[in-house]
């Protein structure tokens, strides 16, 4: 009786160990599948904004450039995030000063032309408005006419 208890005993708990180790590995497939969808899926999106050349042209449609100045970067960028435009920007170092040539491409038409209408707007208002610098210049130089003794300049502290 005791070598028969002792028997199921051993069955039991080897019939146990195979049904953990089963449920352990059909875990792991299925968390292994999961995973493999998501990444699929993620990698099915296709990316917005700024990007490769690579990836840009790799979406199958047509890609347009422009050249642009260094200055003017971070404004293009500014309003190709707003109208959902991508984008690629290169630099071409043969040149001296080196030029910057942006790739790009819209979903819509209308929203590029928009986009670049804003971008020249921007541009042309802030060739417009005077220079914050020199209106503190033109302040200053008023100021040393009307109250030349009021004025402190540097070189007058240093020879002390």
Do not use: C
């Not at 005791?2 to 049904?19: F, G, P, Y």
């Not at 449920?23 to 999106?45: D, E, F, L, M």
């Not at 209408?117 to 503190?136: H, M």
Request: no cysteine.
């Amino acid at each position: 009786m005791q070598e028969e208890v002792e028997n199921r005993t051993v069955n039991l708990a080897i019939s146990t160990t195979k049904l953990t180790f089963r449920t352990i590995v059909n875990g792991y497939n299925a968390w292994k599948r999961h995973h493999q969808a998501k990444v699929a899926q993620k990698t099915a999106q296709l990316p917005v904004g700024k990007q490769s050349i690579r990836e840009l042209i790799g979406q199958n449609q047509g890609v347009s450039s422009i050249p642009i100045e260094k200055t003017d970067l971070k404004g293009f960028e500014q309003v190709a995030r707003k109208y959902g435009v991508d984008y690629a920007i290169t630099k071409d170092q043969n040149v001296i000063p080196p030029k910057y040539t942006v790739f790009f491409k819209a979903k819509d038409a209308d929203a590029l032309t928009s986009a670049f209408e804003e971008f020249t707007n921007r541009k042309l208002k802030a060739k417009e408005k005077p220079s914050v610098l020199e209106q503190l210049n033109k302040l200053k130089e008023l100021v040393t006419a009307i109250l030349p003794d009021k004025v402190r300049h540097k070189s007058q502290e240093r020879d002390l």
